[in-house]
Each structure stands twice: as C-alpha cells, then as structure tokens.
T-cell receptor, first 112, second 114 residues
Framework: SQQGEEDPQALSIQEGENATMNCSYK?????LQWYRQNSGRGLVHLIL?????REKHSGRLRVTLDTSKKSSSLLITASRAADTASYFC????????????FGKGTKLSVKP | GAGVSQSPSNKVTEKGKDVELRCDPI?????LYWYRQSLGQGLEFLIY????????KSGLPSDRFSAERTGGSVSTLTIQRTQQEDSAVYLC????????????FGPGTRLTVL
C-alpha cells in the first residue's frame, strides 16, 4: 500500500520558474527521500531528509519536512527543460527494514 | 561496478511461462531491494535482502514470486506461471548497510506478459 501522496499530480511551468511539489504520508518515519524518474525507468536519488531535520538543500533543490503535519515539499528553483521528469517522495517507516514506500509521483514538465 | 545493473532490460513472455530477472548491486552494498512499477499500482516494494537472507518478503504478491541472493551479491527474482497482471517494470536497488540508507536503483527490467 502507498504511504505518500504527491500533489499536484502534474505540473507544467516555463524554464526559469520555480517548481514546488508536495508530499503527504501517514505513519511515523525514519526518513523521507525524493527521487526523480525519466521515461519510466531507473530512479535517481535526489535528497534524503531525516525525521529530526526540517530543511535540506542540494544545489537548486530545497526540501522541507514537517513531521507534525506528516508532509514534505520539494522546491526546484530556476527550473530547466532538463528537469522534466516524474518526481516521487518515498518514506522509510520507523521500525521497518528500510524498504521505501512511494507516493504516486508528480509529473513535471518544464517548457523551454 | 559503477552502479546497479539489471538484465534483461526488456522481456516479453507468454502467459504461463516462468521468467528470471537478474540484479547486480553496487559492490559492497549489503542491502538489496526489489520493487515493481505498474500503471495501476505505482511503485511497490517486493522483497528485501540483507546479505543472503530475506528478512522481509512481505511485498511479494503471490507464491508465484520468489527471489534469492547468492554470495551477498547477485539476486534473481523468479516469477512462475506468469500472468498478464505481472506486466510491469521490475526495479532493483541496493544500499550500503543500514535500513534507511540511500538506495541506488538499477535501470529496471520491463516485463510484458502476452
């Protein structure tokens, strides 16, 4: 069963604009991770944020985590056409063996 | 190796046949995970290996699915008597050690059952 729900399901923006994707989850987590997927194949890890962290940055990516609301957001600043992909949040449930529980993803389209 | 590799990249089979999917994790990674991605179900966890043992098989959808890992490295996912609903992309991931570590994914095997 899926833990995370991303919002929006699809997002279309112009190059240079910022893109914000949100993720909600249901149970206590160890950490939350964001992945990117091009063309329905391999997933690329973007960023991991632990349950005791509130914000993390990596290049043009900014991730926030609010454990009280069980939600996270991924911000991509100054988007590029190459950022076009599907983005998934995935949680590691506290006490689990570390398997990821994925949301349904946000399909981002960045128009040049 | 540089990353997780999977073979074959595509597999087309007839309903009722058995298939084997292979995963080569990153060298030195003790944890290995299998997931599958289908249009209807999204990304689902199947099974987790720590070394050669599988402490979590909770995601395997039926007893037609099995997996093994040998030498703490290569893993094989076997689907017996394939059904059309088994059509999906099967993804393998490995991580260094502890639960919750970053997982590195292979390119996947696209399975089509006719």
């Amino acid at each position: 069963s899926q833990q995370g729900e991303e919002d929006p399901q699809a997002l279309s923006i112009q190059e240079g604009e910022n893109a914000t994707m949100n993720c909600s989850y249901k149970t206590s987590i160890n950490n939350l991770q964001w992945y990117r997927q091009n063309s329905g194949r391999g997933l690329v890890h973007l960023i991991l944020i632990r349950s005791n962290e509130r914000e993390k940055h990596s290049g043009r990516l900014r991730v926030t985590l609010d454990t009280s609301k069980k939600s996270s957001s991924l911000l991509i600043t100054a988007s590029r056409a190459a950022d076009t992909a599907s983005y998934f949040c995935a949680t590691v449930v506290r006490g689990s063996q570390g398997n990821l529980i994925f949301g349904k993803g946000t399909k981002l389209s960045v128009k040049p | 190796g540089a990353g997780v590799s999977q073979s074959p990249s595509n597999k087309v089979t007839e309903k009722g046949k058995d298939v084997e999917l292979r995963c080569d994790p990153i060298s030195g990674h003790t944890a290995l995970y299998w997931y599958r991605q289908s249009l209807g179900q999204g990304l689902e966890f199947l099974i987790y290996f720590q070394g050669n043992s599988a402490p979590d098989k909770s995601g395997l959808p039926s007893d037609r699915f099995s997996a093994e890992r040998t030498g703490g490295s290569v893993s094989t996912l076997t689907i017996q008597r394939t059904q059309q609903e088994d059509s999906a992309v099967y993804l393998c991931a490995s991580s260094l050690d502890a639960p919750g570590d970053t997982q590195y994914f292979g390119p996947g095997t696209r399975l089509t059952v006719l």
